[in-house]
């Protein structure tokens, strides 16, 4: 048998998958750096939208205690909102542009790909939140929260980041055209407005209200704002994690199923 | 066994919905020669290609490449190749050092390993002084050098490169076609497919004209060319005078009269001693040609020839 070996020896799958999508993570960041109005976007938009909620709406919404103290958790949630337009977009240009195909016709992990775009997205988000909580600190945000409030804060808060980044990834699998891969996370990016992110739900029409209050932002939000201002999330604790968990796995199927769908071509 | 950097395909079907791309292709590619699938678009290249590199699987029939089975190796073929395709498929956003070193890595380079091996590559493709420049400032032809070289990075055996000058101006197509045939000193495997038969000439060994899903004829490029129309005289005539007196003059095996159009076509074996002695003649009796075009056989001449029709308009792929 005088079978060539191939050039790559045949490590560990996991190891492999592992280095594989580190090496898509730094090309999806590099991409990013590389392209910094799209960044510039995603943090100034939502810091600007804390400054207007705080001080033009702030006024004229009545809440427990200060309106900053409210909204804060709203905006850093909205913040992953506008991350999904750019993860979505990035997703739907590699698919069309022929890279796609010289990956997969590499002997490396397939889904390294779409979990580099995933991680960069956390990166990207985290980044975003950190300086929109910066900002809320500097205009008088008081959070109340100890060390472990923090860290279910970020806990959760990357948990629905990560649910967000695959459903970006699904709709830039999606979509037929850059162009619609934005304009689908527009639903991503309304859905907080439809919630108690801004303003207590009791003031909506019922409808609304009912819609509020049974879709997943409303808990996340709740639980969020109770670790931040030391309330009590209780249930809807369990809820937020329920909605992200079943985002998450949803999403992760979704688009392994919608990758090979695109790409059986 | 087979050989190491050989491609063996027989029997390949592929169809898409309920269009028939491909059906039944058989090919015989030996290790370290230079392949051309010459045809025009919608005729299976791309498809052939994309099963070749395990993008997709074959419907029926059963394709080796470096000795492994393309669907139940397909991991293994992916070690042993690279494909490059119709599109560049380089980031734009990148340098064309990172694009390369990007490479390495995802084909199990080490760091250093992996940016020696980028500018050897930037260097033998003439891109070492763009080396630490974005891609997006590229040329189209520097480009298709970049993705050329980040195909090469990992060392591959067999080499699929679709399409690998379609949009270049001639200057790039040069430079093209020089990297290719550098590339097959080192006794690597090509397997190309194009829609011009200058570039199949030039680069191929043998060469294969698809048509349909099918391969229509095989050989090396002169067995295809003696197959097609030769070069040819088309002269062209303002009066019908004229014409008349020179179909009269020049009357006789390989000349074919369109007295319409008062044209006439003789068939010509390209020296300039025959273009000559046809002038001469006719200018000795006074037939005044308003125009002279000499023309070479086009895929198209192939073409017809090998197919009876022409070659289709475009079918877009995706």
Redesign the interface.
């Known amino acids: 048998m005088t079978v060539q070996s191939p050039p790559r020896a045949p490590a560990p799958r996991i190891a492999r998958a592992f280095a594989d999508s580190a090496t898509m993570t730094g090309r999806s960041l590099r991409r990013v750096l590389r392209a910094p109005d799209s960044l510039l976007i995603g943090v100034l938009l939502p810091i600007l939208l804390l400054l207007l909620f705080v001080y033009v709406f702030g006024g004229a919404i009545r809440t427990d205690g200060d309106y900053i103290d409210y909204v804060v958790p709203g905006v850093v949630l909205l913040c992953a909102g506008y991350g999904a337009a750019i993860t979505a977009v990035s997703v739907h240009n590699d698919m069309t542009n022929g890279v796609i195909d010289r990956f997969r016709s590499m002997p490396i992990t397939r889904s390294a790909v779409l979990v580099g775009h995933v991680l960069a997205s956390l990166a990207r988000n985290l980044f975003a939140t950190f300086l929109v909580l910066l900002t809320a600190l500097l205009v008088g945000f008081r959070p109340e929260a100890g060390l472990l409030d923090w860290g279910a804060v970020i806990g959760l808060v990357l948990l629905y980041v990560l649910a967000v980044s695959w459903v970006s990834v699904c709709l830039g699998l999606v979509a037929r055209s850059a162009d619609g891969a934005s304009g689908f996370s527009f639903f991503v990016l309304f859905l907080p407005y439809l919630s108690s992110a801004f303003v207590p739900p009791e003031t909506m029409p019922a409808v609304l209200r009912a819609f509020s209050e049974h879709q997943p932002i409303t808990p996340i939000t709740e639980t969020v704002r109770a670790l931040m201002m030391q309330g009590t999330a209780g249930d809807q604790a369990l809820v937020a994690l329920a909605w992200c968990v079943g985002i998450l796995v949803v999403a992760m199927v979704v688009a392994q199923r919608l990758f090979e769908r695109r790409t059986a071509r | 066994?087979t050989?190491?950097?050989s491609i063996h395909v027989a029997g390949l079907e592929k169809a898409?919905g309920r269009t028939a791309v491909l059906r039944g292709v058989d090919l015989d590619v030996t290790a370290g020669t230079v392949y051309a699938l010459l045809g025009p678009n919608g005729a299976g290249k791309t498809t052939m290609v994309?099963i070749l590199?395990?993008?997709?699987p074959p419907d029926a029939g059963r394709a080796k490449v470096?000795?492994?089975d393309v669907v139940r190796e397909a991991?293994?073929v992916?070690?042993?190749?690279?494909?490059?395709?119709?599109?560049?498929?380089?980031?734009e956003?990148?340098t064309g050092e990172?694009n390369l070193v990007?490479m390495g890595?995802?084909?199990?380079l080490g760091r250093a390993g992996a940016r020696t091996r980028a500018h050897e590559l930037l260097d033998r493709f003439g891109l070492g002084g763009a080396a630490r420049r974005?891609v997006a400032t590229y040329s189209g032809g520097m480009r298709r050098r970049l993705d050329l070289a980040?195909?090469l990075v990992?060392?591959?055996?067999v080499l699929?490169l679709d399409e690998p000058t379609t949009g270049l101006d001639p200057r790039s197509r040069q430079e093209m076609w020089a990297a290719v045939t550098e590339l097959t000193r080192e006794g690597v495997t090509v397997l190309l497919t194009t829609q011009y038969l200058e570039e199949a000439d030039r680069l191929a060994d043998r060469i294969a004209v698809i048509d349909g899903g099918r391969v229509v004829a095989e050989g090396t490029p002169d067995e295809l060319k003696r197959g097609a129309p030769g070069e040819c005289v088309e002269l062209r005539f303002a009066t019908e005078d004229d014409y008349r007196q020179a179909a009269a003059v020049l009357a006789g095996a390989g000349v074919h009269p369109a007295p319409e159009e008062l044209l006439l076509t003789v068939d010509a074996d390209g020296s300039v001693g025959q273009i000559k002695s046809l002038l001469d003649r006719l200018d000795r009796h006074d037939a005044v040609i308003d125009r002279l075009v000499l023309r070479k056989p086009t895929l198209d001449d192939v073409f017809l020839t090998l197919t009876g029709h022409q070659t289709q308009p475009e079918e877009i792929?995706?």
């Open positions: 066994m050989d190491d950097a898409f994309r590199s395990t993008l997709i470096a000795g492994f991991d293994r992916r070690g042993a190749i690279s494909l490059t395709g119709q599109y560049a498929a380089v980031d956003l990148l990172e990007m890595r995802l084909g199990g974005r980040a195909g990992t060392r591959p055996t699929f792929h995706r």
